[in-house]
C-alpha cells in the first residue's frame, strides 16, 4: 500500500489525534504527532481487513450477547524512525467539549474495552504501516444496549521541564468502535438539579436576565443527541417573553453518561413568581437506528422575578399623582378662599352708612 494509499484512507477512517499532554485523551481527526521536530514521530489508526486499512469510518457491530467477533486495524507510522506503539483498548466517554474521547489510561475499562483481546505492542519501522487483528468478546451477561468504546496506539516519552524533573507524556490515537448488544432498546434522556436565578434590568423598560443551571442524564441504553428549550411564564401564566429560546445542544450523550449546562437567556420579563420549564427533545445519533419512539423529558423550577425598576417607576407615577391631586385641592381651596374674601368684602362695602343722630 503506498502512502497516497494510507493518507486517504486515514482520513475517512476517524482516527485520533492528540498532542502530547501529562493525561492523555484520544481526540478523533487526522494523523497524530508528538514531541518535538527533533523528535517527531507521526502516526495513524484505522479500521482494516486482513492486508490493509479498508475504508470504514469507524468499528460498527450489532452482536447477541456471548458473540465473539474477529476484525483488524491498522497502525502507520509516517515518522522517519522506527517507533514502538502501545495497544490498548478502552471504554469510550464524550467530554466537556462534546468530542469522543476514551477514559484516561489509568482507568480500567468495564465494557467494550474490558472485552477486546489485542496485543500489547507494535515495532515499526520509518513510513511502514502493519495490520493488527484483535478480538471482541462479549459478555453472556452483557445489558443490551450501547456500549461504545476504542482502541488506541500511544506513544510514550519522557521530556523535562525547566527546573529539571522529568514528565512522562502518553499520546495517544484511536478508532472508535461502535458496539451493541441486542435486546431492547431504552432511549430515555432526563433533566436533572435545576436551578435559575433572575437579575433584573435597572432600565424600567429593559427585560432581564435568566441564568440556569442543569444536568442533562442519559438515564437510557442507546446514545442520543438532545436539544433543550425554554419556556417561562409569570403570573396567571403570561408568557416572560423568552418561549423557545435554546439553552444547549448536544450531538451525543451516551448511555449512562451525563452533561451539565449553565447557560443565560436574555430578554425575560420580571413577572413576580417567575415559572421556568426546561424541555429536552432527543434525536437519533448519525446513522444509528433506533426503533422505538424517543421521549421527552422536561424539569421546572420557580424563581422571583420582582420588578424593582417598574415598581421604582411605578412607585414615582403614584406620588406624581398623589402629588397633583394634593396641588390641585390646595389651589381649588386657595380659590375658594380667595372667593368667599371677595364675597364679603363685597357684602361689606355695599351696606348702608348709619343715619345720623
Sequence with gaps: ????????ALAVAVPAVALAVAVPAVALAVPATAADDADRVTWGVAP??????????SFRYELDPGAVVEDFLEVTNYSDRAVTFQLLSSDGVVGPDGAFDLLPADVAPE????????QESVELEPQSSAVVPFTLTVPEDALPGDHPGGIAASVS???????????????????????????????????TGLEATYTPSWNPFQPGTLHLDYTVVNDGNVRLGSTQTLSAAGVLGVSAGADGAILGQQREILPRQE???????????????LSSTVTA???????????VPLTVAEAGVTTWAVPWAQLAVLALAVALVVWRVRLRRRQRAAIERARAEGARAAALSGSPSPAPA
Aim: proline letters at 5%; charged letters at 25%; zero cysteines.
Design 157 to 191: 516519552r519522557v521530556g523535562e521541564t525547566e527546573d529539571g524533573p522529568l514528565v512522562g507524556l502518553d499520546t495517544r490515537v484511536g478508532a472508535r468502535i461502535h458496539l451493541r448488544v441486542s435486546g431492547d432498546l431504552i432511549p430515555q434522556v432526563s433533566v
Design 1 to 8: 500500500m503506498t502512502l497516497i494509499r494510507r493518507i486517504l
Design 111 to 118: 465494557a467494550t474495552g474490558a472485552w477486546i483481546d489485542v
Design 281 to 291: 427533545t432527543q434525536v437519533v445519533v448519525g446513522d444509528d437506528v433506533v426503533d
Design 48 to 57: 482494516a481487513a486482513e492486508d490493509e486499512a479498508d475504508g470504514r469510518v
Design 259 to 273: 452533561t451539565s449546562v449553565s447557560t443565560t437567556v436574555d430578554g425575560v420579563w420580571p413577572l413576580g413568581p
